[in-house]
């Protein structure tokens, strides 16, 4: 155990353990407490054994999802593929289990070797074939996700009764619900895996790689573990959920996504790795299940219930401030809020990763660096389109056009979400604040060309205004980005169906339609304006003080401190660009389909990620150039439309996406 | 010491909350019924318009004094929908009205439900539980009017490109199958590209550019979209192909689409752009938003110890060329008389799902599908 202390305390020397190691689960778990004892209050029946029996049962696939999230979280990765995971397990128990205990069980060990050999597949291409997290897990949810869609075209299946009537009984007279039995077995294996030399290892990898490394730690092997035991957790979140739902469809997990990281960060486990636990994990899923309750039992109906959702998220997460933030004079108003207090630990231990300085000119060898990770997507490009031409024959001006039209929205995007992700953020509002944005863009201009001259000002502002919000809650309350930033996208959604009513009225003026769709030398005005954006987007992340800045945050929060950066404005201001961002995109967006439509961001969200990290951005911050994700964005946006053009059946084609996806980017391997 | 003072003073304003809210419950005499609506997404047109049928239902001055009536959002994530299902019974209700996200993972809590007594009522989703009733349209009779009505407009021979919805679902692979086995008996028909448009009007027009960039608009010649026509006939004007050369197209009910089938130069008050009559050769099924009033109703039945049916087909209303008829007002009864589409000035959103009328449901018009507000 003194190994345990010496390695954890590498990073942060000064930090009290025993209490800071107990604050995740136990704020979790004061949450849980207080939403059980409001049920019980408010509610007429009160919070009876019947509740404790449903909940138990509702939160046990989230709960084990968020087990093996948060071992992946711990070793610093970052793993996308859960949801799929669990989709392909249930469809694959549902059209195979049959009655008797001998299949129940090999069917149940199946399941969970199905995980663990999803999970083994991510550990192996993190951790040996060194590709970002975020880009090996995407690519294996695409797959799962397309196998689960082969195994399964639609919801059906059938599970024998006594098979769901294992996981959802209970113990001692119906006292114990089986489900919270299951839960804890799990944090039972958890906490044996903790005391063990591997579970220490587990948290050191995450503290500091460089560290663990020089201490003789296999790295490489521990990250490895890490990602195949957490395919172990998703195959049983799998197993219960096909229990608990007597059948199998092949997109029943895809929804949990970004409910488990709600759930890791409400229960205190730092995303980046090396602090937290799989407890607070497994009550943070209970907890967000409740939030369900809560909202019945106030009556928050319908429009008000994303607002409620966002804000009990944030009241749940408002326990833990991110410690790798400093507090600052944002504004001043930390101090405002007399929060302030002196900073401590400001010895530099950290060194930064940024790109090596070579003092020899030569552009090649002066962006070597820069090349090498932003070239792979342009060159796989290349291929893509090469394909193209050789499919359909030819590769003409409006194939060209619809391309980069199509591509123009995540370009925008990439530049707002790429700056927050080169700060070590990650923004989850997009899609609601295009959606708002295109809301209110053709509600104010009812397609009335001569107001869009205030008009588009005035939703900029707006995407600014958001964006502020989002900078606020990370820099001046310091809570997770996520928890911030997906708060805020259930807000908005709230917002723009109370403003719009339900039905979006008013039309996207002619002058911006043309724009999107209009025919300027061949292509769309877009295409021009595209150039403009693109050259201000690389001169500011590349040319400017602020550009040097987000990489110097990103870099190491408190070596551009002392340096002095003022962190916190320049963490906001990622977020208002990113605010910024999205509005115009809403904008833009409105003008392509003419109005705007409800849900109309929705596909962003995860293709802004996608496409940047392909362009090897490093989703853990600082490494990253905009033209590299402007790459990223026109490759994925080629492969998907050389799909769309093929009469394939979707299945095949997120297969495929997936695995050229994962293909593309093994070239692009930091050495 | 400040802090645990601010403490007590939370706790007790707390209290004191509550305590008022269990004073102001209303006492009456006959103690109305508590019906819950468990929606699937908020942020979709046409759910937005099926919530606000039932809300108009539950208005409605049948069923106003008789019931509670309260709405509650499950998003996508069916994990959610069954916890809300089982937190409403327990919240004491006697009827839940549902939009089923799986149509088969809730079948665990809707039997629990039953059990408790409680009426559980599907719409347009299916929910595969004996116990359960349901309200939808023919699935397989939707995917079939179209691709039939599309393959006899080009006399069983060309290029047909199709846009589904969501991959994976019940709804939409019944639907695609239907219209792959009408396809079928056309060897001369060919789908040349298929994609998904998310049954949205921004993932219809990003699934069609990226078919068009491989395959220009002059060789297809038909288009099956389950949502979208409209955006496929906006396409093709801004693409520059006059009125006469537009591809047909099948598809459901959007406000737009119905008013691009007018004849081309028709005079309509509020019409711009590409939401204008153009003589679309097209064919327009409805997929009625009512389903979700009709459910009301189902369940208020069951409820009073009427019978009713475990399963209400609602029939799809295909409307045709030169069937298009303007309404005055929206009313039930005018709907009733034949009208099928709204005054643009009225209805300023083309993407507006204008399939609101059914037979059994006096009730709803189009004040009912915008706002909640039942018919007088």
Request: net charge neutral; hydrophobic share 50%; charged share 15%.
């Given at each position: ?8 305390n ?33 509610s ?149 895996l ?9 948290y ?54 970004l ?43 319908s ?39 002196p ?89 609601w ?57 259930g ?9 719009c ?171 | ?34 019906v ?8 979709n047109q ?35 929908q ?13 009827a ?24 559980v009522?599907?719409?347009d ?32 021979k ?49 699934a ?19 949502v ?35 004849p ?83 209805v ?10 059914t037979?059994?449901?006096p ?14």
């Amino acid at each position: 155990m003194a190994q345990t202390h010496y390695l954890y305390n590498i990073k942060n020397p000064l930090r009290r353990f025993r209490v800071d190691v107990y604050r995740g689960p136990a704020l979790s778990m004061i949450v849980m407490f207080i939403f059980v004892v409001l049920l019980d209050l408010v509610s007429p029946t009160g919070f009876t054994q019947a509740d404790l029996t449903y909940t138990a049962s509702g939160g046990a696939s989230l709960a084990l999802a968020a087990i093996g999230q948060t071992l992946v979280v711990l070793v610093g990765g970052f793993d996308l593929s859960g949801g799929a995971i669990i989709s392909f397990v249930n469809v694959v128990l549902a059209t195979n289990l049959e009655p008797g205990t001998a299949s129940s069980v090999s069917w149940v060990i199946a399941g969970l070797l199905i995980g663990t050999f999803f999970g083994a597949a991510n550990g192996l291409v993190v951790a040996y074939l060194r590709v970002q997290p975020v880009v090996a897990t995407l690519s294996t949810m695409f797959v799962a996700q397309g196998l689960a869609l082969l195994v399964l075209d639609k919801p059906g299946g059938n599970v024998p009764a006594p098979f769901s009537q294992f996981f959802l009984g209970s113990l001692f007279d119906g006292s114990l619900p089986m489900p919270l039995v299951i839960v804890s077995l799990a944090l039972v294996g958890w906490a044996l895996l903790k005391n063990t030399r591997f579970g220490t290892y587990i948290y050191a990898v995450g503290s500091d790689r460089d560290a663990a490394g020089q201490r003789g730690i296999n790295v490489r092997f521990v990250t490895f573990t890490a990602y195949a035991l957490a395919g172990t957790a998703y195959g049983a979140a799998g197993v219960f959920l096909t229990a608990q739902t007597a059948s199998g469809d092949p997109l029943i997990g895809a929804p949990l996504l970004l409910q488990v990281f709600a759930a890791v960060v409400i229960g205190g486990t730092r995303l980046g790795g090396g602090r937290g636990g799989c407890v607070g994990s497994a009550v943070g899923a209970y907890v967000l299940i409740l939030i369900v309750n809560v909202l019945l039992v106030f009556n928050f109906s319908s429009y008000y219930a994303t607002i409620a959702e966002g804000l009990i998220l944030i009241f749940a997460a408002s326990g833990h401030s991110s410690s790798d933030l400093p507090r600052t004079n944002w504004l001043d108003l930390a101090s405002i809020w007399g929060r302030r207090r002196p900073a401590k630990n400001q010895e530099i231990s950290v060194i930064p990763r940024s790109d090596k300085v070579h003092g020899l000119p030569g552009f090649f060898q002066r962006n070597a660096d820069v090349l090498r990770y932003t070239m792979p997507a342009f060159v796989c490009l290349g291929i893509i389109i090469a394909i193209q031409a050789g499919l359909y024959g030819h590769v003409g001006l409006s194939y060209l056009n619809s391309q980069i039209t199509l591509a123009s929205f995540l370009i925008i995007l990439a530049l707002g979400q790429g700056t927050v992700v080169l700060t070590g953020g990650l923004d989850l509002s997009l899609p609601w604040a295009i959606c708002l944005s295109g809301l209110l863009f053709t509600d104010w201009t009812q397609g009335d060309a001569a107001s869009t001259i205030w008009a588009i000002p005035a939703v900029l502002l707006v995407g600014a205004a958001i964006g502020m919000l989002n900078g606020f809650g990370v820099v001046g309350l310091r809570l997770p980005a996520i928890v911030v930033t997906l708060a805020m996208n259930g807000i908005l959604q709230g917002v723009a169906l109370l403003y719009c009513n339900g039905t979006p009225s008013g039309m996207s003026p002619e002058f911006v339609h043309w724009i999107m769709t209009g025919r300027v030398l061949g292509f769309s005005p877009v295409s021009w304006l595209l150039i403009l954006f693109v050259l201000f987007g690389v001169v500011l992340l590349g040319q400017t003080v602020f550009g040097r800045r987000i990489y110097a945050v990103g870099n190491s929060v408190r070596v551009a401190r002392l340096a002095g950066v003022n962190v916190g404005v320049t963490i906001a201001s990622a977020y208002v660009l990113s605010g910024v961002c999205s509005a115009l995109v809403g904008i833009l967006l409105a003008g392509f389909i003419g109005q705007a439509s409800l849900g109309m961001g929705d596909e962003y969200l995860l293709s802004s990620v996608a496409a940047i990290v392909v362009g090897g951005t490093l989703i853990t911050g600082a490494r990253g150039k905009y033209i590299g994700m402007v790459g990223g964005v026109l490759l994925l946006t080629a492969l998907q439309t050389v799909l769309a053009s093929s009469s394939l059946p979707e299945a095949t084609r997120q297969i495929v996406f997936g695995a050229v996806m994962l293909a593309a980017v093994v070239t692009l391997r930091d050495a | 010491m400040r802090r645990e003072m601010a403490t007590r003073m939370l706790l007790a304003a707390a209290l004191s909350i509550v305590s008022l809210c269990t004073l102001s419950l209303p006492v009456r005499a006959e103690e109305p019924i508590k019906v819950f609506l468990s929606m699937s997404f908020v942020g979709n047109q046409w759910q937005e318009e099926a919530a606000n049928t039932i809300r108009a239902m539950a208005a409605s001055k049948k069923y106003k004094e008789k019931v509670t009536f309260e709405v509650q959002v499950a998003g996508p994530n069916a994990q959610k929908q069954i916890q809300q299902i089982n937190a409403m019974v327990q919240a004491g209700a006697k009827a839940i009205i549902v939009y089923p996200i799986s149509p088969t993972a809730l079948n665990q809590a809707v039997k629990a439900a039953c059990d408790k007594g409680v009426t559980v009522v599907a719409y347009d989703g299916e929910i595969t539980e004996p116990c359960a009733y349901n309200v939808h349209i023919d699935q397989a009779e939707d995917g079939r009017v179209g691709a039939q009505w599309l393959a006899d407009y080009l006399k069983g021979k060309g290029n047909i490109v199709m846009i589904t919805g969501v991959a994976g679902t019940s709804v939409d692979s019944d639907r695609v199958a239907a219209s792959k086995k009408v396809f079928a008996n056309y060897p001369e028909i060919k789908i040349v590209a298929e994609a998904n448009g998310m049954w949205g009007q921004q993932g219809a027009r990003t699934a069609l550019s990226k078919i068009v960039a491989a395959h220009p608009w002059e060789t297809i010649d038909g288009i099956l979209m389950q949502v979208g026509c409209y955006t496929a006939a906006s396409m093709q004007d801004e693409a520059g192909i006059p009125d006469d050369k537009k591809i047909p197209c099948a598809g459901e009910q959007s406000q737009g689409h119905r008013i691009q089938m007018l004849p081309s130069g028709t005079k309509v008050e509020g019409t711009s752009g590409t939401y204008r009559p153009m003589g679309y050769p097209s064919i327009s099924y409805s997929v009625p938003a009512s389903q979700g009033a009709i459910a009301f109703k189902v369940a208020m039945d069951v409820i009073d110890g009427k019978n009713p049916p475990k399963t209400t087909i609602v029939p799809i209303k295909p409307v045709k060329m030169g069937e298009v008829r303007i309404c005055e007002t929206g009313s039930w009864k005018e709907m009733d008389e034949g009208c099928n589409v709204f005054k643009p000035t009225v209805v300023t959103d083309p993407g507006f799902m204008s399939g609101i009328y059914t037979s059994l449901t006096p009730e709803i018009g189009l004040a009912a599908a915008l706002h909640g507000s039942p018919e007088e």
